[in-house]
């Protein structure tokens, strides 16, 4: 009998694995901060092309869907403070993307609006997202980035206190 099989027969015949252990402290939040940013600034790369600054492309998008918002409104979907907005919006303005009008209701009411320059710029958004997506899923399945995407969703979930309970086969455990 070869050394190897002696070896194997002296330990029962089974092949021993090893456990996994879970990743370091730290790991997760350094690697998602780090895919984040890195997606972003491919975005932002693309955008600029289109001479949008990055974080516009969010407020393009929101009043693509509902044109006369407020910046309150607009901040508040976005998840920034009302300043910032503000200050968003102004610099917006004045590159002819969206423009400011008082409400027609509520005079005290300022809405923002898309300009045909804004409503044309929907086009170019959905182009560089669709290419620093691409980018961002070389070398991934369909079955893996379905995965990878419910995966983020439950961190998001639960990171959030929204996490839904969710069935165990939903998300393979094989890796």
């Given at each position: 009998m070869a050394k190897k099989d002696k070896a194997d027969k002296d330990r029962g015949g089974k092949k021993k694995t090893k456990k996994k252990e879970p990743p370091a402290s730290g790991v997760l939040s350094a690697t998602i901060t780090q895919v984040a940013r890195a997606l972003r600034t491919r975005l932002s790369h693309g955008l600029a092309?289109?001479?949008?600054?990055?974080?516009?492309?969010?407020?393009v998008q929101l009043l693509a869907r509902e044109d006369g918002q407020t910046p309150g409104a607009l901040a508040q979907q976005l998840g920034?403070?009302?300043?910032?907005?503000?200050?968003?919006?102004?610099?917006?303005?004045?590159?002819?993307?969206?423009?400011?009008?008082?409400?027609?209701?509520?005079?005290?009411?300022?809405?923002?609006?898309?300009?045909?320059?804004?409503?044309?710029?929907?086009?170019?958004?959905a182009e560089a997202t669709e290419s620093s997506e691409a980018q961002a899923i070389q070398g991934l399945s369909a079955k893996e980035l379905k995965t990878l995407v419910k995966l983020l969703s439950v961190v998001e979930g639960n990171l959030c206190g929204t996490a839904l309970p969710r069935p165990s086969d939903e998300i393979d455990e094989d890796d």
């Open positions: 092309q289109s001479g949008l600054y990055p974080g516009q492309d969010g407020v920034v403070k009302a300043p910032t907005m503000t200050r968003t919006i102004g610099r917006m303005e004045a590159q002819g993307f969206v423009v400011r009008r008082t409400d027609d209701r509520d005079g005290r009411l300022t809405k923002v609006y898309l300009t045909d320059e804004g409503r044309g710029s929907v086009v170019r958004i």
